[in-house]
C-alpha cells in the first residue's frame, strides 16, 4: 500500500440506509486511492455521514460534526441532517461542504475539491462487492430511495424525494457480488419495499442476459437463487405481499416479514396518513400462516401520537393481542423538525406516552415469551454472529434480524465462528433470546 496515500476519517451515524450510503461512499474513495483511517490525527478529512431523523439523532449529528471539527479541522457533512435547511451551516459554518442523502457524486466532488485524490489509484485492490461496514456474513440491499407517502410524522419524502427504484438488474448485479464475497444473508432494504418498482411501471430490465421485470416479487424469486438467506423488511402489506409467501413456505426465502404497521386504531392512522384498515390486516396476517405457518412477523409501533384517546390505545393492545405478531418494536410519538403532525391538536403528554408505551411493550413481552418458549426442543438452523461483550457465542436463526430482534446464544458450541451455519437444539427461552446447543445428528 502507497505511503502517500490522503487519509480520509468517517463517520457513519443513523439508520440501515444511511449505512449503505456510507459504504457507496467508501467504496468509492477506497477505489480512487483513498486510505481511510479510524484516527482524527491521521486523517487529512473527515466526512460526518448524519441522520436527521428525530430530535436525539439532530442533536448527536450536531455534537459529532463539533467533534470532528475540535479534534481535525477539515470537514465534508453528507447525509439526512445536511438535507434539513441550513441547520449544519448555522451551527457548523466552518464545515468545508454539505449535502444531502445518497449524494455519493456530490461527496466525491467536494472530498476532491479538498483533497485531491491520488494519481495511481488502487482500483484493483477493491473487492466486487464494494466496501462493507456490516460483519463480513450479512449485507443490507438498498433497493430504491425515497417514498411516495407521506405519513405525517414522517420528513423522509421531504429529505429523500419520491420514490426512485434501482433497476432490477444493478440490484441483483450487486447482491450476486456479496453472495461471492461470502456473504450469508442478504437484507432488502427501503422506506416501502412493496411499492418496488412502481415509479418505473415494473420495468422489465436484464440481470445479464435474463429479463427480468422491477417487482418485489420477481426481486424475492430472483435473491432466492443465490443460496444466500433473504429477508425482507419494510413490507407494507398490501395485496400482492401475498404473492411472496409461497416462496417462504416453499424455502426460496427466509420465511419472515417486516411489516411497519404503527398503528390499530382507524382514527389515528388516518391522522398518520396510513392505509387504515386494520380488519383487512388481520385477515392477511392469517393469510400468510396458513400458506406459511412458521412465517415470523415483525412490526413498529407509536404510543402517545397526537390524539390518541384510551379508546385508540386499546384498539392497539386489542391489535396486538390479536395479531400475536413475533417481534414487536415500539417508540413513543416525538415531533420531527419539518413534520405535520407537529401541528396536529391534542398532543398527549410525555408521561402518558412513556405509560402507554410500557404497557404495550409488557404485553408483547409475555406473547414473545409464549412464543419463543414453545420452540424448546425444537432443532433448527442458525448463523453464528460471533461472540458478545459478555463473551458469549451468539447467532440468529432464521426469525431473528440483526440488530432489531433477538438472539440465540449458544451454550457449549465449540469451532463455530461469524457466518457459519450450524444446526442446533433449542434448550430454553427468556423474553426475546433462545438458548441453544449444537445438534449433532
Ligand atoms: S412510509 Fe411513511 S414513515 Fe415510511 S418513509 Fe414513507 S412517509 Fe416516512
Known amino acids: 500500500m502507497s505511503q502517500t496515500a490522503p487519509n480520509i476519517g468517517f463517520i457513519s451515524l ?35 455521514n448524519t441522520c436527521g431523523f428525530i430530535e436525539s439523532a439532530v442533536e448527536e449529528s450536531l455534537e459529532t460534526i463539533g467533534e470532528a471539527l475540535a479534534e481535525n479541522g477539515k ?33 466525491m466532488d467536494a472530498v476532491h475539491a479538498h483533497l485531491p485524490k491520488p494519481h495511481d489509484p488502487f482500483t484493483d485492490l477493491v473487492p466486487d462487492a464494494g466496501i462493507k461496514l456490516t460483519p463480513q456474513h450479512y449485507a443490507y440491499l438498498k433497493i430504491s430511495e425515497g417514498c411516495n407517502h407521506r405519513c405525517t410524522f414522517c420528513i423522509i419524502p421531504s429529505l429523500r424525494g419520491d420514490l426512485v427504484s434501482r433497476p432490477i438488474g444493478e440490484v441483483m448485479t450487486e447482491a450476486e457480488a456479496l453472495v461471492k464475497s461470502g456473504v450469508k444473508e442478504l437484507l432488502v432494504i427501503s422506506q416501502d419495499t412493496s411499492a418496488y418498482g412502481v415509479d418505473i411501471k415494473y420495468r422489465t430490465d436484464f440481470w445479464g442476459s435474463r ?10 424469486k430472483a435473491l432466492g437463487e443465490l443460496g444466500a438467506w433473504v429477508r425482507l423488511h419494510y413490507v407494507y402489506p398490501y395485496p400482492h405481499v401475498d404473492e411472496v409467501i409461497p416462496l417462504m413456505a416453499e424455502g426460496k426465502i427466509l420465511p419472515y416479514l417486516d411489516v411497519p404497521l404503527q398503528h390499530a386504531s382507524p382514527t389515528i392512522l388516518k391522522a398518520m396518513k396510513r392505509p387504515g384498515d386494520i380488519e383487512k390486516t388481520i385477515r392477511r396476517i392469517e393469510g400468510w400462516r396458513e400458506i406459511c405457518p412458521d412465517i415470523t412477523l415483525r412490526s413498529t409501533f407509536i404510543t402517545g401520537f397526537p390524539g390518541e384517546t384510551e379508546v385508540d390505545f386499546e384498539l392497539l393492545l386489542d391489535f396486538i393481542e390479536e395479531a400475536q405478531l413475533d417481534r414487536v418494536g415500539a417508540f413513543t410519538y416525538s415531533d420531527v423538525d419539518g413534520a405535520t403532525a407537529n401541528a396536529l391538536p391534542n398532543q398527549v403528554a410525555e408521561e402518558l406516552k412513556q405509560e402507554r408505551l410500557e404497557q404495550l411493550m409488557a404485553l408483547q413481552a409475555q406473547i414473545s415469551a409464549d412464543k419463543l418458549a414453545a420452540k424448546v426442543g425444537q432443532q433448527m438452523t442458525v448463523l453464528v454472529d460471533g461472540i458478545s461483550e459478555d463473551g458469549l457465542l ?3 436463526s432464521k426469525a431473528d434480524a440483526p440488530e432489531v430482534d433477538g438472539v440465540v446464544i449458544l451454550d457449549g458450541v465449540e469451532n463455530a465462528e461469524a457466518g457459519d451455519l450450524i444446526e442446533v437444539e433449542i434448550t430454553g427461552a427468556t423474553e426475546h433470546d433462545l438458548i441453544a446447543v449444537q445438534h449433532n445428528p
Open 14 to 48: 443513523g439508520c440501515p440506509k444511511a449505512l449503505v450510503d456510507s459504504e457507496q461512499i467508501l467504496t468509492r474513495l477506497r477505489a480512487e486511492g483513498y486510505e481511510i483511517t479510524s484516527s482524527y490525527d491521521d486523517a487529512e478529512l473527515v466526512i460526518v
Open 75 to 107: 470537514v465534508i457533512v453528507t447525509g439526512c441532517l445536511g438535507a434539513v435547511g441550513d441547520t449544519v451551516m448555522q451551527n457548523h459554518p466552518q464545515v468545508l461542504a454539505v449535502t444531502g442523502p445518497h449524494a455519493l457524486q456530490e461527496v
Open 394 to 396: 451468539l447467532a440468529r
Open 211 to 220: 429479463p427480468i421485470k422491477t417487482r418485489m416479487t420477481e426481486l424475492a
